[in-house]
């Protein structure tokens, strides 16, 4: 395995912005993955893992340590469970076990990066978290220089939450056990997914699991920028959850304000519908990076977009979002520097 020096960062990240890393490497296996973290603690640098870099924005200084990219593979089914490398990409999985029939993968179609990355945020959309699919996580902890199998209720997972992100650099997944479900039933309860089956719903015909994928697959492309054409990290922000009270205090001001419920007596407000229709903000403009016009979560940038810009933009949405609706909104993307 080779370690270089001074690598550029942005074109490992779908944002493609950001700095240098001082030092850079690419783990392939265990071995290589043990022998770049004691090459990092002998000379006392940071650790930075990344996948595929879409969840990332990387500073315009760059990252001052060691950065490993993990390209472990490998797919391996025993009974009901599929051990899956962390270096695997996320998507090529869900397509391959939806063609074999494995249930609960469907929902999470079309996002992009690593197996090893889905814990991390515990990736969600129209519906499904991929929490719910996960049986163990098995990781290398770097403080005690040993493997760790994590089950499900260790990794303490939440909304875009989980122990990986409270406890940043310890561990580095090198895998993921998911449950192998060949029963099960589809979920089309999301709104998007409900219209766009209306038809079928109404006739009552047979929805498979392919079928969903490409529902999903399809929402996506409208939706959403393509992250191989654009610089982007998806949904820059997380959705704010707030008390009902403080929900019901809002109504009086915007009364079609929507929300889902939450445990707790708390309920979540969908963060695109306050820049959009409160804020006003869709197709904002700072330097070279930009409100994306169909989604007001997301941020794109241009080329020659600096990762100053993107904090700056993000920086005046937080603030109108805190103006307009007294929420703290907090950012999905983790910022390196
Ligand atoms: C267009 C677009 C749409 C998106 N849609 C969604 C969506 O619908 N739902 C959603 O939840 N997310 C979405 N995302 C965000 C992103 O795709 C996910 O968070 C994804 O899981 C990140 O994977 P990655 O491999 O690119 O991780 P990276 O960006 O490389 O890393 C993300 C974090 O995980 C850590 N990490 C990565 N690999 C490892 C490892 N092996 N061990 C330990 N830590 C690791 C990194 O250090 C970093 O903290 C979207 C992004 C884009 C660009």
Redesign the pocket.
């Known amino acids: 395995m080779s370690i270089q020096k001074q690598v550029s960062l942005a074109p490992y990240?779908?944002f493609k912005i950001g700095g240098n890393a001082h030092f850079f490497c690419a783990v392939a296996s265990k071995e290589e993955l043990i022998e770049a973290v004691q090459f990092a603690k002998q000379k006392t640098l940071p650790i930075?893992?990344?996948?595929?870099?879409?969840?990332?924005l990387i500073s315009d200084k760059g990252f001052d340590g060691l950065v490993i990219k993990?390209n472990i593979k490998g797919i391996i089914q025993k009974d009901n469970i599929l051990s899956v490398g962390?270096?695997e990409v996320?998507d090529d999985l869900v397509a391959y076990v939806v063609s074999t029939g494995l249930y609960g993968f469907e929902n999470?179609s079309?996002?992009?990066?690593?197996v090893?990355?889905?814990p991390?945020?515990?990736?969600?959309?129209y519906g499904t978290e991929v929490c719910q699919l996960i049986k163990s996580v098995h990781?290398f902890d770097t403080t005690t220089m040993s493997y760790v199998d994590l089950s499900q209720d260790v990794c303490a997972f939440g909304y875009?939450d989980s122990l990986?992100?409270h406890q940043?650099g310890r561990?580095?997944?090198?895998g993921v056990n998911f449950i192998a479900n060949k029963n099960g039933s589809i979920n089309i309860e999301y709104k998007d997914l409900k219209e766009y089956f209306k038809k079928e719903i109404e006739n009552k015909s047979v929805i498979t699991i392919s079928n969903v994928r490409n529902a999903v697959v399809s929402i996506?492309a409208e939706k959403?920028?393509?992250?191989r054409k654009w610089g982007?990290?998806?949904?820059f922000f997380k959705n704010p959850i707030i008390s009902n009270g403080a929900y019901n205090e809002l109504k009086k001001t915007y009364p079609d304000i929507p929300c889902f419920a939450e445990p707790n007596n708390n309920v979540k407000i969908p963060l695109g519908w306050i820049l959009d229709k409160v804020c006003n903000i869709k197709g904002l403009k700072h330097g070279h990076v930009r409100v994306y016009e169909k989604q007001a979560l997301?941020l794109i940038s241009e080329p020659g977009a600096t990762a100053q810009e993107v904090a700056e933009l993000a920086r005046m949405l937080m603030d109108f979002v805190k103006e307009k609706t007294g929420i703290d909104i907090e950012g999905?993307?983790?910022w390196?520097n």
Do not use: C
């Open positions: 990240t779908t930075l893992v990344i996948g595929g870099g879409s969840n990332i993990m962390a270096g996320w999470l079309s996002i992009p990066g690593t090893g990355a889905t991390v945020q515990n990736i969600g959309a990781a875009r990986f992100k940043k561990y580095i997944i090198i996506r959403l920028p393509d992250w982007t990290a998806g949904s997301v999905e993307v983790e390196v």
